[in-house]
Nanobody, 121 residues
Framework: QVQLVESGGGLVQPGGSLRLSCAAS????????MGWFRQAPGKEREFVAG????????RYTNSVKGRFTISRDNAKNTVYLQMNSLKPEDTAVYYC??????????????WGQGTQVTVSS
């Protein structure tokens, strides 16, 4: 069992940057593959980025490649999503997710409450 709490969302102008954080409880954080998802109004939740538990390999959805970077600090039980060159279409609720020993693009078992990101002038 792991509890996830996202933070760092807010309002930002197009072209701006934002860093999301996900703080995880638990004693085995390093064994969890971590991911970020987002959901815009009227749309399904979509995978944004993931980072594996074992080798730190990462995957991104095509629309954010070159703009977003996922990273983790196991000593702090924290996963980050650095978002640069933000676009209005990035506006969504962003969710942190975890899956023990999981594949980056697989199913995730645990979810945070979400944090709102709004990109607008």
């Amino acid at each position: 069992q792991v509890q996830l709490v996202e933070s760092g969302g807010g309002l930002v102008q197009p072209g701006g940057s934002l860093r999301l954080s996900c703080a995880a409880s638990g004693r085995t954080f390093s064994s969890y593959t971590m991911g970020w998802f987002r959901q815009a109004p009227g749309k399904e939740r979509e995978f944004v980025a993931g980072i594996s538990w074992n080798d730190g390999s990462t995957r991104y959805t095509n629309s954010v490649k070159g703009r977003f970077t996922i990273s983790r600090d196991n000593a702090k039980n924290t996963v980050y999503l650095q978002m640069n060159s933000l676009k209005p279409e990035d506006t969504a609720v962003y969710y942190c997710a975890a899956d023990k020993y999981g594949r980056v693009t697989g199913e995730y078992d645990y979810w945070g409450q979400g944090t709102q990101v709004t990109v607008s002038s």
